[in-house]
């Protein structure tokens, strides 16, 4: 960042008439949002850009400084693509480091350009841009993470693993549900993403400061411009919410935690004491000193966004409180959360896409693993109510019994005999132990949203679709 000296010691050229002094170095630290604003740039431009076509439209300002404008900004839009463009602390932010450039390429039009606006109208319609951009950026990278796990599913719709509570041995589940699960997360997160979009979608350009303009403007011609359904119908509520960012960083928080979720299943997963899972070389690193380790460190890492994407939200919920109509300058602390909490979250879900597209289920472990912890109990109790018409409550009792007796002579149910279950209740017969197998199992649970390979396949296709 280098400061235009002229710029730091005298007062502001865009308000210097109230005042004889520049700012204080302080003054100007504290108040300067350039450092991070200025990721702001194609946006700011793109919106100064609309509003000088529509100050020529309605006659404001000529055609021919509208022009000028026009291409002015895209000059400087070039330098600071290039990387060329000098910004400067002392224009404060984006939208006075744009316009000062614009003044030394066109001149005197330059001066036209803040007709009918104030950078109030323009941060909240930068910033708007911005976060509708990551949205978009969020679904992609939501619907390529679907599209991995979709893989994982179809490969193993069949395959069995036990399925958890309170991470003991359930049920016996099978693969492919497991990973639709997550999907069907990612579907709501999907979701929540493109409900703040649709609702995001009014342009505040035009709101001016607070209360308007007496300018003949036409804001509808921005708002389309800018790909807004509408402009926003108060001004007041345009320049100071920022609830689009919150919903953006809410939406994001939500999705953030079932990434951590899933991450904690992989690290889980893949240590040597369960093998469920193997990850890849590519998304994995090693210990300097303990040359046999192979860590899940990526997936601790998505772990981990949540904190400071939720973080975020809380930073900015408790910016945003208590702020009276209509800007305050807080607003300007609205930025850099939003900032973090987007780059974070696009690559927690990059990173969680490589890693579900490189790893390899190990359906032997899978498979051993599932049918230990007496998994089929239900299955065993379920046939005791079927097929002796008894009480649900009183085929648990014996089925527990059966669990208990097993569990002292240290093997599974399916290893007991006919005689030891008839000891316990004389009318089991050996068709029982057709219900004792864990494929059995999972292929019996075929009520809707069962985790029946059959109903797996169904759900895989359904997704299919959507995603198309
Ligand atoms: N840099 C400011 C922000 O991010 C722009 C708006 C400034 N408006 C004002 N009235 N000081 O919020």
Redesign the pocket.
Known sequence: MTDKSSNAQSSNAMWGGRFAAGPDAIMEAINA?IGF?QRMAAQDIAGSRAHAAMLAATGIVSDSDAEAMREGLLTVLSEIEAGSFEFSTAL??I?MNVEARLKEIIGEPAGRLHTAR???D??ATDFKLWVRDQIDAAIAGIEALIAALLEQAEAGADWVMPGFTHLQTAQPVTWGHHMMAYVEMLGRDRSRFSDARARMNESPLGAA?LAGTSFPIDREMTAKALGFDRPAANSLDAVSDRDFALEFLAASSICAMHLSRFAEELVIWSSAQFRFVTLSDRFSTGSSIMPQKKNPDAAELIRAKIGRIFGANVALMTVMKGLPLA?S?D??ED?EQVFDAADNLMLALAAMEGMVRDMSANRESLEAAAGSGFSTATDLADWLVRTLNMPFRDAHHVTGSLVAMAESRGCDLPDLSLEDMQSVHGAITGDVFGVLGVQNSVASRTSYGGTAPLRVREQIARWKEVLK
């Open positions: 949002s604003d404060e932010d939208h104030s950078r109030n323009q941060v400061a800007y300058k607003m300007q930025k």
